[in-house]
């Protein structure tokens, strides 16, 4: 791994042991009794889920539309403060791409308004719509490739005239072409074993972003399996944030993240994957 993001996730991955990340994906219906009607009670149901993890996660991976969609900007911005004054990186999932006139305004927001570390991006708008945040030479760009969502194999699994499907054909393009700055990784489901493997195969050793794990039910043994021979991290949002519901919450968090980081460290370390 290149690139100041992904020396930092590097080291920090070997430092804690840890391929986790821990989506920040907050549903106020889903929120603990105790925080409900708090004016910033997602910020507060996330500082407890970070103060009750962090020693167990490489990085943090917000989701946009959970904050925005309720006009909770504010509350992402506090988290993601919180986060950098804990020096862990963030990795913001807003899965933007658009002309690159307008990807420049998205690239400025999640670097520059929010301070994220990493992105998500959307490829489908081709290069020109990527470069805006590939520009930004010190942070990840984790581009969409193989979906986890069912309704993905719609369009990516499309053949092309060379018969391989579209998304092998992004994975090339993203480790051939886009990777111009070495900070470009690959968003892969770990619910499909074995396109991920065909996408490892297609790549080389760029960098996996893995969700999918836990609550739509991707298998962690196969994954990392499937995914050997480059870096990963493995992503757990729902599984983790709601394991419990009452003012305890944080703790049963902690419990389930500890849980999926020692279930992934034991497939490394049982079939030596290679895995960075």
């Not at 925005?68 to 993601?80: K, V």
């Not at 010190?138 to 499907?165: I, K, M, W, Y």
């Not at 399996?225 to 991290?233: N, R």
Request: glycine share 10%; aromatic share 8%; with cysteine.
């Amino acid at each position: 791994m290149t690139g100041q993001f992904f020396d930092r996730l590097k080291t920090r991955q070997q430092s804690l042991r840890t391929h986790l990340c821990i989506g920040l994906d907050p549903d106020l219906s889903r929120l603990p009794e105790h925080l409900l009607g708090e004016p910033d009670a997602i910020f507060r149901f996330n500082q407890a889920i970070i103060d009750a993890t962090s020693d167990l996660t490489c990085c943090y991976k917000p989701q946009n539309a959970h904050f925005t969609g309720i006009g909770a900007e504010d509350q992402l911005e506090s988290t993601i403060r919180y986060l950098k004054d804990l020096d862990v990186p963030v990795l913001l999932d807003s899965k933007r791409g658009d002309v690159d006139s307008t990807s420049v305004h998205y690239a400025r927001e999640a670097f520059e308004r929010y301070g994220a570390d990493a992105v998500t991006a959307n490829p489908y708008m081709g290069y020109d719509a990527l470069m805006p945040f590939l520009d930004y030479k010190d942070r990840g760009v984790f581009v969409l490739c193989r979906t986890s969502n069912p309704g993905g194999a719609d369009l990516q699994h499309l053949e092309l005239a060379s018969g391989d499907p579209l998304y092998v054909h992004v994975a090339r393009l993203a480790a051939e072409q886009w990777n111009q700055n070495g900070n470009v990784g690959l968003v892969v489901g770990a619910t499909r074993p074995d396109e991920l493997a065909h996408v490892r195969a297609a790549c080389g050793d760029l960098p996996f972003l893995l969700p999918g794990i836990g609550a739509q039910g991707g298998d962690i043994e196969d994954a990392v399996q499937s995914a050997a021979g480059g870096p990963i991290i493995i992503s757990a949002s729902r599984s983790v944030l709601y394991a419990g519901s009452g003012v305890d919450f944080d703790q049963s968090a902690r419990a389930a993240a500890e849980d999926t980081r020692q279930a992934i460290n034991r497939v490394i370390e049982r079939f030596n994957t290679g895995t960075r």
